[in-house]
């Protein structure tokens, strides 16, 4: 996962805007051996995330698997669990693709707009081990209904918590007392390693083809060293521990990695991270974008609704594309209604409106703005193209803007889905700041007078 600088500033300040997350005062770590991948049904060679950088989709989606089958008593048995390649064919919705990276807080972003998993079982949610490994477009993927009797079905999602589990600034002691004790409560936790040259990656990767599953390995080696070209960060998933054995320097986490079963030699997928010979508040030099520290934990829950429930209300009411059928295959206008937001603006003068990849500015060179006590309106201007509505109710808290231009053909797509933002800004030196973002993927958008467009 090689992130550039903008990516490792907004994985620095995720990190650290998590709350953190320790041990209750009435747990005490015994000395034991605990694995929850029995909630995982997979094959381990399926787990494969080839020339992607896709790390993040694959193990917060097995965490999310791991969950569901937790809240649900493995009824149904989830076989691959929930899919990655729902969460990797959508990333855009959330700044990624296949090849950037992300971080945990964009699949709980993702399944925010969205409100539901699938299964690795629906029409086209398989991951693509083709030549053009992960390319599924959105619309070839198949959502279906909640919970259905037969066929395809998705599963809604009622929230997404996530925290860092506290390790940086505590003893060695505490750290893996907070660690096991999300374990012994039945959940997996989340790792993001990083290796800070070239020649440490050249170790690890030594150390997966070439080791076995019960080698133990410390990322110490990598500790203090300076920052290359080759320097990257690796999502995987803390799924047991064992302590049992009489010698310390025998005591490991166990991890879920996403790079197949190294031709058998790892028959699970996993490798053994030492528990005792590792300092867990190690850090390496020379970067000042990303997360100094070599390891980074992260608790991710994930609640689901019950059986038989509708799909949750994730802040939008509707969404539509229209076509105009004089340029086949172009969208013509875009209908957002009912958009939430957190709080009410004091004031705005000034905004941008984003749908998917066109960004289109609400300013008095562009349009004119009116406030009430009920709500803040936009129109744009006789003849500005693309034209916008956009109305902020106040006393409801939602948004709604209805866009018409043939300049949407260039950026909107039916079969990508629709992400809809809405910035404002109350003085123009003043940054930007974010109202809401909203999104659907395929499934939940409607299109209307199509001729060549697809829709629901």
Not at 324 to 349: H, Y
Request: proline letters at 6%.
């Amino acid at each position: 996962m090689h992130l550039t600088d903008a990516q490792e500033q907004d994985l620095k300040a995720w990190v650290e805007g998590l709350p953190l997350y320790e041990a209750g005062a009435g747990y005490e770590a015994q000395a034991g051996a605990v694995s929850v991948l029995n909630h995982f049904h997979y094959t381990p060679s399926l787990r494969n995330q080839a020339p992607t950088g896709t790390c993040w989709a694959w193990t917060s989606t097995a965490i999310m698997s791991m969950d569901f089958d937790r809240q649900f008593g493995g009824n149904p048995v989830l076989q691959e669990g929930l899919s990655v390649q729902f969460l990797a064919s959508n990333a855009w919705m959330v700044g990624s693709n296949l090849n950037s990276g992300g971080h945990y807080g964009k699949t709980q972003a993702f399944y925010g707009m969205t409100g539901y998993a699938i299964p690795f079982s629906n029409t086209g949610a398989a991951w693509d081990t083709e030549f053009s490994v992960g390319e599924v477009r959105p619309s070839a993927i198949e959502s279906g209904t909640p919970w259905s009797a037969a066929g395809n079905t998705c599963f809604p999602v009622s929230n997404i918590e996530i925290s860092q589990v506290r390790t940086w600034d505590v003893t060695k002691e505490a750290a893996i007392e907070n660690l096991k004790s999300v374990l012994d409560a039945g959940h997996p936790v989340g790792l993001l390693f990083f290796l800070p040259t070239t020649a440490d990656w050249d170790t690890f990767d030594a150390f997966w083809a070439n080791d076995l599953e019960s080698q133990i390995i410390s990322l110490d080696y990598a500790k203090g060293h300076t920052w290359d070209e080759g320097g990257c960060g690796h999502w995987v998933v803390l799924v047991g521990y064992d302590d049992t054995d009489a010698d310390p320097a025998n005591h490991y986490w166990t991890i879920l990695n996403t790079h197949g079963t190294s031709q058998g030699r790892r028959p699970q997928g996993t490798f053994r991270l030492s528990m005792r010979n590792i300092d867990y508040a190690a850090t390496f030099e020379g970067n000042p974008d990303p997360i100094p520290y070599i390891y980074c934990w992260v608790r991710m829950d994930t609640t689901f609704a019950a059986k038989n429930s509708p799909l949750p209300a994730k802040g939008v009411d509707s969404i539509s594309l229209s076509a105009d059928n004089s340029l086949p295959g172009s969208t013509s206008s875009v209908l957002v209604t009912g958009a939430s937001f957190p709080t009410v603006p004091p004031t705005i003068t000034e905004g941008q409106l984003s749908i998917n990849f066109l960004t289109i500015p609400c300013s008095a060179t562009t349009g004119t703005w009116t406030s009430s006590a009920t709500e803040f309106r936009f129109t744009s201007k006789s003849g500005q193209s693309p034209a916008v509505t956009l109305s902020i109710n106040k006393l409801t808290k939602k948004w709604s803007a209805s866009v018409r231009g043939p300049d949407l053909a260039r950026k909107v797509s039916s079969s990508d889905g629709l992400v809809a933002k809405f910035e404002y800004r109350a003085t123009a030196p003043d940054p930007f700041s974010l109202l809401s973002q909203r999104g659907a993927v395929f499934d939940q958008v409607k299109t209307k007078a199509s001729g060549t467009l697809k829709g629901p």
